[in-house]
């Protein structure tokens, strides 16, 4: 009986072990994924922010062409009714 206790002790202090172990790489994967999550929102939260600021310079850029081209027409309207 002893015998029979002690190989049953042995196999599942075998099986706890694996499972440890299957917890434990379980773990490393999850902190693995987190981290690569983290790192993809911050990637995107600045191309986000790139894209923002592409738009707002494109904004600033058509909004300077159309003072300028507002400009021209301004003038031009005064030498005609010159």
Do not use: F, P, W
């Not at 191309?47 to 031009?76: F, P, V």
Request: net charge positive; glycine share 2%.
């Amino acid at each position: 009986i002893l015998a029979k206790h002690k190989n049953e002790t042995k196999a599942l202090q075998g099986m706890l072990r694996e499972i440890r172990m299957c917890r434990d790489n379980l773990a490393r994967q999850l902190q693995a994924t987190e981290r690569k999550l983290l790192s993809t929102k911050y990637a995107l939260q600045h191309l986000q922010q790139l894209n923002l600021d592409h738009r707002l310079l494109e904004r600033e850029e058509l909004t300077l062409r159309l003072a300028k081209a507002t400009s021209q027409l301004d003038d031009k309207d005064r030498r005609i009714q010159v």
